[in-house]
Each structure stands twice: as C-alpha cells, then as structure tokens.
C-alpha cells in the first residue's frame, strides 16, 4: 500500500506513525512545504482525557511528549486586577516546535518517508497512492482545488486575534480581561515550556480600530499590547513569529474525502482556540483515519466511510461547543458588566459542556463563592438558585422555574375541560413557580386548531377561573396565560393527526401579508385596517378576561411566526405601507396590541412578551433588530421578555443543542437590561441552576420535560436538598422516601464522574 501524506502538521505525523506501526509494509511518505525546524505559533494543549489516548496509542509517542510538557491543574481568571483560581483542571502545554520535532523523530523510527520543502500544489505526481491524506492545514490547497467535492465552507467569525509569545512564566492556564478605553482586550495565556508561554490576544473588530491596530505591524501590535497588559506581564516583554491579526475561519466540509483523498485536521475542520481543541482534533481525527485504513486496507469507501462514521458527530460537537464558545468571547463586552465571580463563572462555563456541578466537582470553593454571590445579590443564603424567589410588579414567585405555553388542543369551542384542570393542577402542586398556559386565542377565528382554548366568552372565564382558583388555594404558584392569535398558521387539525394538515370546513385566516406558511396550507389574508381594530379590541377583551379570571400573569404570544410574530420578521411582512418595511414600522400593530392590553389589565399585574429572536433562515430577524424589538415592549410596559426562537418559516434550520436558546435570553437580558424567561432543550436542575448563575435568564421554561413528570420540581428539590415550605400537607410524608432516594442517586451519580475522570498525567519534575 502507498500512501502520500500532504503537510506535516500533528495530525498527518501521528496518522504516519499509527499507520506504519499496524502496516510495517506500506509505503508512507510525508511532504512538507516548510523546513524541518519551522514553526509557527508558540505552544499547543492536550488535556488529560487525549493524553490518555496518546498512550494507548503509541507509548513512544506518549513519553517524548511527556517529558517535554509543562503541566497545570489550575485554571486562573483575571479581570483588571482581581483574579480567582478555578482547580481540577487536567491540561498539559508543549511548544508546538518541539512537539513536531518529537513526532517527526518518530516517523523517522518507524520507517516513514519525510520530505521537508517540498510543496505540493499538483497531485499528478501521486497518481499511484493507494491514499492521498491532505494535512496541509487551514489554507489548505488541496482542499481549495476541490472544495466543491467537499463541500466546504469558511465562516470568518467578527473578533480579531494575534497569536504571540513571552517569556512571562505561568503556573497556571490564564485568561487575563483588560478594561481599556477602545473596548475590552483578553490574553489567553499558558506555559507550554520553562521560560515561555503563549499569549493569544483578541478583542472585537471595533476595539482593535478604535486601538490602532494595522494587520501586519508587529512592532506596533507587540508595543500597544504589552502596554496594555503592563500588569499582566510584569516586566516580561512579548515575543512575535508571523505575528499578524486575523480572524478566526471556521470551517466545515460536507464530505471528508474525494476518490482517494481525504481531510484531517484544520483541512478538514476548525474548532476555536477558546476550547483548545486544534491539535487534539488533528491527532484524534488522525487515530480514526488510520484505523479505517487498517481494518480495510486499499477499500477507500469503506475506509472513508468508517472514518467519517467514528468521527463526523464528535467532531460536530466539539465544533458547535467552539462556535458557542467563541461567541461568548465575541460579546464578552457584555458580559463585563457582571459582578467578579459571576463572569468567571460565565468563562468557565460559556460552552455550555462544563455546569455548575462539573466545577463544584473539581473545585467546590470556588462554586460556593459563586452561590454565596448570587445569594448575597437576593439577600438570602445557601439556597439554590432556581428556588430563589423572583417578583414581577406584585407577583411574587417561590422559585424560578415556568412551565412553558404547550398546547393541550383537547378544549371543545374554546372551552377548558377537567383534563386542562389536572393537567394544570398537578404542575401546580408539583412545585412550579409559574405556570403559563397554552396559547389561548382571542377569537375562534384565532385559533390553531379547533381543540385550542379561547378566552373570548364569559363561559371560558369561568372555565378558567376553576383552575386558577384551585392553584391560588392549594399551592404557592403563580398561573399566567398566553394570549394569541393563529395568524396563517390556523385552521389546521389537531397535531395528533398529522403535521398542518389544513381543515376541509376551516376558516379565513389573516397574516400580515397573503403568504402562505407552508404548501399544503392557504394562503392568508393580508390584514387590513378594519381587521386591526376588530384583533386590538378582541386582544383587549381578552386581556380583561384574564384578569376576571384570576390569572397572575399575562403573556402576549408574539413568537413562532403567529399573527403578531408575522409583522416582526422581515420573512413574512412583505408589506408597502406603514406597518411594513423598516422595523419600526412592522412594530406598529404589535405595540398597538400590547399598548392597548396593558391599559385594560390589572396595573399590579405584569406582563410578558413571547418573542422568536431568530427565524434560523436567510434573510429573516437579526440580533439587532430583537434587541430594538425588547427595548420597544420594554419602555411600552413589558416586565419580562420570554426569548424563544423559530418557526417563522417552514424551512427553517436551527442549530439544535443542550440549552441551546440561552444565548438569545442572554443577549437580551444583559443588553436590554430587562428580565427574561429562556427555554429549549433544557433538562435537568444542573442546567437550570448554571444557566442563572450565568445571569443568561432570570426564569427558565420548561416544555416537555414537565410533560410526563408533573413533579419535576419536587424532584429537582429533593436531589439538591432543599425543603420548600409549600409541600402540600397531604403530601409532606412523602418526602422521608424522596429525599434519602435522591441523595442516594446523587452520592452514585457523583461517584461515577470521579471514576470516569481521566487519570492525572502530571509528572513528578511538573
């Protein structure tokens, strides 16, 4: 077997050196477009759990690198002078130079060809290699001349970045914030040998021109920043090798190989320097092609399909946790403005992988300084966070976990029937802080289908007015309902027979403009003026409605592309006059809604506004836009945004994860400085606690994991030991069986990460 290797990076060296130890036979060589010795960057990192895995690799490997590393279990985080120090935090520094040298002493060893110089733009010379490895990096040429084969695709993300040196010695990884007149500066520092380490300095587009900066001046660069972070280096100036700004490529391929080339590392994938995670990338991308190859020997489709098959979703992942994570860094800005200890705990937890557990886990003194600082924000102490209490003008809720709007569709003409009084009731006496009911409509032409609820009648009010009264006598929750209208997205059957399958004997149905929301379903009527005071007084009746029947809380459904959603979002208000076109026209009808909602509900009550703050397709809502959008319901009255996301359209495309909405709440709570609800894909009361820790919501909605366990919050209360005082009486005894059961899962649970950690790799000289 002949394989060519095109670049000498980590990943195509140790892919060389695997290879050739299982097939001692084949022909490998490696081509190099730089000198042996050439190197660019500083130092790279391994984590324990990859050092783990270079050992069972190859040994040979495993101990050169080890006797070159500096290693660190502390993590420190240093904004302007205070510093806290984060322990448990396995991780090793190498020079990248050093690190090259030592895999290409082992490809030496091993009996793999290295050809230094020699830069490969034409593969015709390769015409007889069984394999063709590009490993030739970020800009890889290769790539490049087929990237329609791969489908590849290069997203140049907003902050700027240089990559440097100093002599400033570390004992601990560090990201150093600087406040500075232009904007915030960061350094992500570490030690990856005696006497260096590494100093990636970013900071956003505007602070680097408001700064100064040129691109390629490394003179200047290196004088400003080691101005900047006087303190920070003390005394040890900064050291540069092609040291220029840029910008970090983020980049993905559909495919990872072509006839019988393929992709492994930057080449084929780009994960943040934020997660440290380039280098391991590159080498276990390297361990998986090489494995493929071995097992199937010269049959490329299988090699290639097995490749794509060990590492296409870990890989996935990681670069979704790095785009998270860099995203953070890209508004860090923001998130300046909180007090010490909840910013570092915004830093360590920011790609959502790490939670308030896996720290306390690692270091349960610095989790306690963050609680104790949360705690001491809502002068209590040692409470958890999501049972902590939270008020919104005279609603005053135990704890800060919702049940999120989720439709029933089992009412009759609009009418709440004994399965909507369990259903609600038993959340109720589950613990929830607040409920929010399903959309219920303003209209019986506003409705999604015919089994939605109504709060137009006298007879609803009632109806509904059993249920809160039961959760006002019977328990310390709050009940609040979401009032809406369907828009295009009406008149369809109930969802338990099938997906928008539009009514034979429907109604007309009103949008902002006449397009339909999906093939199958009839285009809507665009509304006009005399169709906007008919839905602004319906939206005031019901607003009067909620309150006869004795709802806490109102919440006005402006999301998911319905009636009022349609106006917001540039995908479906298509329209020429003044409630189309710039933003502050498709604002008009909404605010005149709620304007007019707000005048005729109880003022000691508040309100909230559902909005989506993406549509997840091309051209619909930007950042900027929702952030005007919350700033507008805010000054109109609003006291709290509930920040959702899509479903505007039906080909939208949103990029599905853990907790995956949260950046959204976040952007608006910190930005808008006003209160907000988050949502999507949250699962457990880790999350719940991290994420308003976080300070990224002040409440978290619930969907479906309420929807089978009405006593989530019972358990969630029991697993963290923390006694309510608003257990129902007829259920008090209960609680000498969850308690002990929870503690028990949770001493289990606890026992099993330690076990799963990876093994410390420090040396006795580290």
């Known amino acids: 077997m002949k394989i060519t290797v095109i670049g000498g990076g980590p990943g195509g060296l140790y892919f060389s050196i695997l290879t050739k130890k299982a097939l001692p036979h084949a022909q490998i060589d490696i081509y190099e477009r730089n000198k042996a010795d050439d190197s660019f960057g ?9 050092l783990s895995e270079f050992l069972t690799r190859d040994p040979k490997s495993y101990e050169l690198i080890r006797s070159k590393f500096a290693y660190w279990d502390d993590l420190d985080v240093a904004r302007d002078g205070e510093v806290v120090r984060i322990t448990g935090n396995g991780f090793c520094g190498c020079s990248r130079k050093t690190l090259l040298q030592l895999l290409q002493q082992r490809c ?3 009996g793999v060809g290295l050809h230094f110089e020699a830069n490969v733009d034409d593969l015709s010379a390769f015409a007889d290699a069984d394999y063709i490895v590009a490993s030739d990096g970020i800009n890889s040429q290769i790539r490049e001349q087929h990237s329609d084969d791969f489908g590849t695709e290069i997203d140049l993300k907003k902050n700027k970045f240089v990559w440097l040196g100093s002599t400033r010695p570390l004992d601990a990884f560090t990201y150093f914030f600087r406040s500075t007149p232009f904007g915030t500066f960061v350094a992500h520092t570490y030690q990856y040998e005696q006497g260096m380490s590494t100093w990636i300095f970013e ?3 505007e602070t680097w021109e ?4 040129i691109t390629t001046d490394e003179e200047s660069t290196i004088t400003k920043l080691a101005e900047i972070f006087k303190e920070e280096l003390q005394g040890h100036g900064l050291i540069s090798n092609r040291s220029h700004w840029r910008q970090f490529p983020a980049i993905t391929n559909k495919h990872w190989s072509k006839d019988n080339i393929v992709l492994i590392g930057d080449a084929k994938a780009t994960a943040h320097y934020s997660i440290g995670s380039g280098t391991k990338l590159a080498m276990e991308s390297a361990i998986a092609l090489s494995d493929s190859i071995v097992e199937f020997g010269t049959d490329k489709e299988k090699a290639f399909a097995k490749y794509e098959q060990l590492r296409r979703n870990r890989v996935e992942t990681i670069q979704h946790a790095a785009n998270v994570s860099l995203d953070w860094f890209e508004n860090m800005d923001r ?4 007090d010490f200890m909840q910013f570092a705990f915004g830093v360590m937890t920011r790609a959502k992988k790490v939670t308030f557990e896996n720290l306390a886990m690692r270091d349960n003194s610095f989790t306690e300084k963050v609680l104790s600082g949360f705690n001491a924000e809502n002068e209590i102490k040692n409470i958890p966070p999501a049972f902590t209490s939270f008020q919104l003008r005279d609603m005053k809720l135990e704890n800060r976990i919702v049940m999120s709007a989720m439709g029933q569709y089992s009412a009759n003409d609009g009418l709440v029937n004994d399965w909507h009084f369990v259903h609600y009731a038993a959340r109720a006496i589950g613990g929830v802080g607040l409920i929010i009911t399903e959309m219920t409509a303003i209209s019986p032409t506003g409705r999604i289908t015919p089994g939605c609820a109504g709060i137009w009648s006298e007879k609803q009010v009632i109806a509904w007015k059993k249920i809160t009264h039961f959760v006002h006598e019977n328990t310390k929750g709050k009940i609040g309902i979401q009032i809406g209208h369907s828009g295009r997205k009406g008149s369809i059957n109930v969802p338990s027979a099938g ?6 004997d429907g109604w007309e149905l009103i949008s902002s403009s006449p397009i339909a929301f999906a093939e199958q379903m009839p285009v809507p009527k665009g509304i006009d003026a005399s169709d906007m005071e008919i839905v602004i007084s319906e939206f005031t009746r019901a607003a009067i409605n909620a309150d006869k029947a004795g709802f806490d809380m109102i ?9 009022l959603a349609s106006f917001l979002s540039p995908l479906t208000n298509k329209r020429t006059d003044h409630f189309g076109g710039s933003l502050e026209n498709r604002l008009r009808f909404p605010l005149q809604v709620f304007h007019a909602m707000r005048k005729a509900f109880n003022s000691d009550k508040p309100m909230s506004v559902r909005i989506s703050a993406s549509d997840w397709a091309e051209n619909g809502i930007t950042m900027e836009e929702v952030i005007s959008i919350s700033n507008a319901f805010k000054e109109a009255g609003a006291d709290i945004i509930n920040v959702s996301t899509g479903n505007t359209v039906s080909h939208q495309k949103p990029q599905l994860g853990r907790m995956w909405q949260t950046p959204f709440s976040d952007t608006v709570r910190n930005t808008v400085h006003v209160p907000t609800i988050t949502t999507g894909f949250i699962q457990d009361i880790d999350q719940i606690n991290t994420i308003l820790l976080n300070g990224r919501a002040d409440l978290v909605a619930l969907g479906r994991p309420l929807l089978l366990d009405p006593n989530f919050v019972r358990h969630a209360q029991a697993y963290e030991n923390f006694r309510p005082d608003d257990i129902p009486k007829q ?3 209960g609680t000498s069986h969850l308690y002990p059961l929870h503690a028990s899962d949770r001493k289990e649970k606890e026992g099993m990460r330690k076990a799963l950690k990876p093994e410390s790799h420090k040396t006795i000289n580290n």
Not at 210 to 213: D, I, M, P, S
């Open 203 to 205: 900071c956003a587009p």
């Open 499 to 504: 997906n928008n399958i539009p009514l034979e």
């Open 210 to 213: 408001k700064a100064g900066f």
């Open 335 to 338: 998130h300046m403005q909180h």
């Open 555 to 563: 919440e006005l459904q402006a999301h998911h592309g319905f009636l």
């Open 42 to 50: 500083f130092g790279v990192v391994f984590s324990d759990e990859t």
């Open 731 to 733: 259920y008090i005894t």
């Open 108 to 110: 030496v060893e091993e």
